[in-house]
């Protein structure tokens, strides 16, 4: 997965965020949010900011292998003009920035303190490392780039690692492929039906019950 082409957004995805913060809200007490394959950030950050406006005390631990891509995250320092697509593109919204970035020169803006200081990185290999305990587990569009078996080992240490009340978040590129005929064909990570269920959205996966 090194050196792979980096698509991330702020907030892909937006009808999934509210699902995600009703589960967490109901956990009761501190949470844990997984943020893997965090590329350059801002599916964390995104995270953190959902944390911060729903009151919810909790923590995100974002991983990825490539340490350049790590190192940006933790700068927290986002193109302005790039801000401003997604503002455009309904993801931000204008007073989401205004309240969690402060600028840094003319042409970026950083995260906020508040929110950046909710965020751990590391480095973490999934399918190679042990996935780390938490309520909510975003791991979307990167099962693509593992091996079969990487896959199964993987979806087995997230069941793991995940609380049984959690939620495995995919990606829409998790679920398909492209056939033989060069058509879109359904797919999904190896064993994941074998430990997960879907649940109120297509991309939001439940555990099944440990025996």
Known sequence: ???????????????????????????????????GACGTGEEAYSAAILLEEQGIDGEVYATDVDAPNLATARAGVYDRAALDREV??????????????????????????????????GM???????????????LRNVWRHLSLEAQRIGVDDVW??????????????DLVRVGDGGGVVPTEPRGLSVRFREAEHSLIWRPWRRR
């Open 88 to 121: 455009a593109e309904g993801r931000l919204t204008a007073a989401q920035v205004a309240r969690y970035f402060e600028p840094r020169g003319r042409h970026h803006l950083r995260v906020r303190r508040s929110v950046r200081d909710r965020v751990e990185f």
């Open 160 to 173: 793991d690692a995940l609380d049984p009340c959690g939620v495995l978040l995919l990606g829409g590129g």
């Open 124 to 138: 973490l290999r999934l399918g190679a490392d042990p996935a780390p305990e938490c309520h909510a587990a975003l």
């Open 1 to 35: 997965m090194k050196g792979r082409r980096i698509v991330t957004e702020w907030f892909r995805v937006p009808a999934v965020w509210p699902l995600l913060a009703a589960r967490l809200d109901r956990v009761g007490g501190p949470v844990t949010v997984w943020s």
